[in-house]
């Protein structure tokens, strides 16, 4: 039977008073399908990418080799005449940001003396480096300071520029820093060359764009990268440019070097692997997301941390993805990658959601992790069996056993990076100041091979006299 409905007809329109019904009832789909679409997208975005497992990766079981021996201290009786050095960003080329304790048997333990502090009221974002008996820091309002070790005494300071985020380097008698913005009136940075005795400036390029690229010392020449995405390498001597290398996006980290291999991520997400000499590309890595975190390089691999909510480990070789795991938050922290006793070989790293994680740095399954709250922004120090960091969040300073992931000692202040260390002291990093601590058996050391140092070097002037 007809009912009261219209039938429609083959090929006839739908009537006129069902239409617009219908037509609503299709945008509603279409509506609903990319709600649940987008909904998904922003699930994935906000837990991060997929994360890969590759085990054919290449992986070099070894340890990395053990730092050079430090040069024969001038005065052998005084403990801090030691040759100490960590004088660029992340303590070596390969940015590991790793420090063994400085002899066997020697460790790093609380109680702490807190010998001085080297304060100030203007915002230290990246830690300072040490060349045998100063520190250099570089303030964020570019004044570069060299500090007395033993005494927190400034014995030099000088205004660099107007506005900088980078660690100095330092070798052979220089101190060499990138600005972000050299003066009020105009918005490039610079690259300064200046002498370690006395701030004198030697030499300074004027750049085009901003770099907060910790500088690179790699035998004659200075590497850094700058925000129009280029990667410089400049004559340590004079600053001239031997070579220029284009990258996809701004180039923010830090340099990392292993054997005649540079490498580096961007903001476009590739992680760059340049030859040193030539500046030629040598393979280049997408990764997605952004690249902020200074790459560390240790056994054939390349970690690094993505703003994509990842940490991704990259063979040295090939630039094959080896592993990525997902990390809660983005990930802006510099990774220290060191040899832990009864683990193996570990790559630490921080996270934006307050996450601090050891992972395998062969497969990247996790060791331990430790959800602390508030963000962890800056690098990782690892040093001897201890992990050092700093959270911004929460204003605070950590050092954890490598091994467990236990708290072994909180200090009352802490921002970006939680500092170095010489093997037997530490120089840690709060928001505005340094701080020098020293176990408190090392501490009576030093205060006994200073007094014999006085007592002999007095008695050679007498002989002297004689």
Same mark, same amino acid.
């Given at each position: 039977?007809?009912?009261?409905?219209?039938?429609?007809? $083959?090929?006839?329109?739908?009537?006129?008073?069902?239409?617009?019904?219908?037509?609503?009832?299709?945008?509603?789909?279409?509506?609903?399908?990319?709600?649940?679409?987008?909904?998904?997208?922003?699930?994935?975005?906000?837990?991060?990418?997929?994360?890969?497992?590759?085990?054919? &990766?290449?992986?070099?079981? =070894?340890?990395?080799?053990?730092?050079?021996?430090?040069?024969?201290?001038?005065?052998?009786?005084?403990?801090?005449?030691?040759?100490?050095? /960590?004088?660029?960003?992340?303590?070596?080329?390969?940015?590991?940001?790793?420090?063994?304790?400085?002899?066997?048997?020697?460790?790093?333990?609380?109680?702490? +003396?807190?010998?001085?502090?080297?304060?100030?009221? &203007?915002?230290?974002?990246?830690?300072?480096?040490?060349?045998?008996?100063?520190?250099?820091?570089?303030?964020?309002?570019?004044? %570069?300071?060299?500090?007395? !070790?033993?005494?927190?005494? +400034?014995?030099?300071?000088?205004?660099? *520029?107007?506005?900088?985020?980078?660690?100095? $380097?330092?070798?052979?008698?220089?101190?060499?820093?990138?600005?972000?913005? !050299?003066?009020?009136?105009?918005?490039?940075?610079?690259?300064?060359?200046?002498?370690?005795?006395?701030?004198?400036?030697? /030499?300074?390029?004027?750049?085009?764009?901003?770099?907060?690229?910790?500088? %690179?010392?790699?035998?004659?020449?200075?590497?850094?990268?700058?925000?129009?995405?280029?990667?410089?390498?400049?004559?340590?001597?004079?600053?001239?440019?031997?070579?220029?290398?284009?990258?996809?996006?701004?180039?923010?980290?830090? &340099?990392?070097?292993? *054997?005649?291999?540079?490498?580096?991520?961007?903001?476009?997400?590739?992680?760059?692997?340049? /030859?040193?000499?030539?500046?030629?590309?040598?393979?280049?890595?997408?990764?997605?997301?952004?690249?902020?975190?200074?790459?560390?390089?240790?056994?054939?691999?390349?970690?690094?941390?993505?703003?994509?909510?990842?940490?991704?480990?990259?063979?040295?070789?090939?630039?094959?993805?080896?592993?990525?795991?997902?990390?809660?938050?983005?990930?802006?922290?510099?990774?220290?990658?060191?040899?832990?006793?009864?683990?193996?070989?570990?790559?630490?790293?921080?996270?934006?959601?307050?996450?601090?994680?050891?992972?395998?740095?062969?497969? *990247?399954?996790?060791?331990?992790?430790?959800?602390?709250? @508030?963000?962890?922004?800056?690098?990782?120090?690892?040093?001897?069996?201890?992990?050092?960091?700093?959270?911004? @969040?929460?204003?605070?300073?950590?050092?954890?056993?490598?091994?467990?992931?236990?708290? &072994?000692?909180?200090? !009352?202040?802490?921002?970006?990076?939680?500092?170095?260390?010489?093997? !037997?002291? %530490?120089?840690?990093?709060?928001?505005?100041?340094?701080?020098?601590?020293?176990?408190?058996?090392?501490?009576?050391?030093?205060?006994?091979?200073?007094? =014999?140092?006085?007592?002999?070097?007095?008695?050679?002037?007498?002989?002297?006299?004689?």
């Amino acid at each position: 039977m007809a009912g009261p409905y219209p039938v429609r007809m $083959a090929g006839s329109p739908l009537n006129d008073a069902r239409r617009p019904w219908g037509c609503f009832g299709c945008v509603g789909v279409i509506v609903l399908a990319l709600v649940i679409v987008g909904g998904i997208a922003g699930f994935n975005k906000l837990r991060g990418p997929s994360e890969v497992s590759d085990p054919t &990766v290449e992986f070099i079981a =070894e340890d990395p080799p053990a730092p050079e021996a430090p040069p024969a201290p001038e005065d052998a009786l005084d403990t801090y005449d030691d040759g100490a050095d /960590w004088p660029v960003y992340g303590g070596n080329p390969q940015r590991t940001r790793y420090q063994p304790f400085a002899t066997r048997g020697t460790t790093i333990r609380p109680p702490f +003396t807190e010998k001085w502090g080297s304060t100030g009221k &203007v915002l230290l974002e990246f830690p300072p480096v040490l060349c045998g008996r100063r520190l250099y820091v570089l303030r964020n309002d570019a004044l %570069l300071r060299a500090i007395d !070790r033993r005494t927190g005494r +400034t014995v030099w300071q000088k205004r660099i *520029g107007r506005l900088a985020a980078s660690s100095p $380097a330092c070798a052979s008698g220089r101190v060499y820093a990138t600005v972000l913005r !050299r003066n009020k009136y105009n918005a490039g940075g610079q690259v300064i060359a200046l002498r370690a005795s006395t701030g004198k400036r030697i /030499w300074r390029v004027v750049l085009g764009s901003r770099t907060e690229s910790s500088p %690179l010392i790699d035998g004659n020449r200075l590497v850094f990268g700058t925000e129009k995405g280029e990667v410089l390498a400049l004559n340590r001597a004079n600053g001239r440019v031997l070579w220029r290398y284009r990258a996809n996006g701004a180039v923010k980290a830090a &340099v990392a070097m292993e *054997g005649n291999t540079l490498y580096v991520g961007d903001y476009s997400g590739r992680l760059h692997a340049i /030859w040193a000499r030539s500046g030629k590309r040598r393979w280049v890595s997408d990764l997605d997301g952004s690249l902020y975190s200074t790459p560390a390089v240790a056994y054939g691999r390349v970690y690094v941390g993505n703003i994509n909510r990842s940490v991704v480990a990259v063979g040295a070789e090939t630039g094959r993805i080896a592993w990525r795991r997902r990390a809660k938050g983005f990930v802006y922290s510099a990774p220290a990658v060191a040899p832990v006793r009864g683990k193996g070989p570990t790559v630490f790293i921080g996270t934006y959601g307050g996450q601090l994680l050891a992972l395998d740095a062969r497969s *990247g399954r996790t060791r331990w992790s430790r959800d602390l709250g @508030g963000r962890i922004s800056g690098g990782i120090t690892v040093v001897g069996d201890l992990v050092m960091y700093a959270n911004l @969040g929460r204003k605070s300073l950590g050092i954890r056993g490598a091994s467990t992931g236990n708290l &072994v000692y909180s200090h !009352r202040s802490g921002a970006f990076d939680p500092g170095i260390s010489d093997g !037997r002291r %530490l120089y840690v990093n709060t928001y505005t100041s340094v701080y020098h601590l020293v176990p408190k058996a090392q501490a009576a050391k030093d205060r006994r091979s200073l007094r =014999e140092a006085r007592k002999a070097r007095k008695a050679i002037r007498e002989a002297q006299k004689g």
